[in-house]
């Protein structure tokens, strides 16, 4: 498998909005194709419930928009939001909170996730989209309480580019970091992923339209 530095992912999109390719169709196509894949990989018969955790960067837009497609192929949705909609980071992100909002929980602080810590057990795939190659460094709550969460529940977790707390450049693992049975990778797998299972599970590497552009 070919590996890729966050700075390098960076590039690659900034190429691709040159040629009119933007940030908004690339989260479009990168929350399509991981909702392709879940529903292909764990499509059971009653057992359709999917909760999609999202941080308030881009990496929560890509959940955003992976909740949405998964909706439109008859899952039983829900997306736990770690912060208030007025701190979600960027226009693309606002964009697809909006397409999702009516089947949102807002979280803004560890009590308030505490108290929906039942979604956790109650679902059958989860989604991490709390934080992608847009930052490093250890979480903090609500974030680290949410990855502790979701490494307690029995369902199968699916980790969107990066398991959240898992640096992707150095793969460093500091405090609470996801544990992931299912990594899928926008355009590349990134560095930090290399040599961690324990924390990526299976690596599956999705296009989000980059080569063809």
């Not at 929350?31 to 894949?37: D, N, R, S």
């Not at 899952?75 to 949102?104: D, H, M, Y």
């Not at 929906?116 to 795939?125: A, C, N």
Request: charged content about 25%; aromatic content about 4%.
């Amino acid at each position: 498998m070919e590996y890729l530095t966050p700075g390098e992912m960076r590039e690659l999109e900034r190429k691709a909005a040159g040629r009119g390719m933007g940030p908004e169709e690339l989260m479009e196509n990168a929350g399509k194709a991981v909702a392709e894949v879940i529903d292909l990989r764990y499509r059971k018969p009653g057992s359709r419930r999917v909760l999609v955790v999202c941080g308030t960067g881009n990496n929560g837009g890509d959940g955003f928009v992976v909740a949405r497609y998964l909706k439109k192929k008859g899952w039983s949705v829900l997306v736990l939001l770690l912060g208030l909609p007025s701190a979600i980071k960027t226009p693309e992100a606002r964009a697809n909170w909006v397409r999702v909002e009516s089947s949102v929980v807002p979280v803004e602080d560890t009590k308030k996730l505490l108290a929906s810590l039942k979604y956790f057990d109650r679902s059958d795939v989860i989604v991490d989209a709390i934080v992608g190659t847009g930052v490093s460094g250890g979480l903090r709550d609500p974030a680290a309480t949410a990855a502790a969460a979701m490494n307690a529940s029995g369902a199968a977790k699916v980790a969107v580019d990066v398991p959240s707390g898992l640096d992707p450049e150095s793969g460093d693992a500091k405090g609470e970091v996801v544990r992931a049975d299912l990594t899928v990778a926008l355009h590349g797998a990134k560095v930090g992923l290399r040599g961690r299972d324990e924390y990526a599970g299976e690596v599956v590497v999705v296009s989000i339209g980059i080569e063809q552009d």
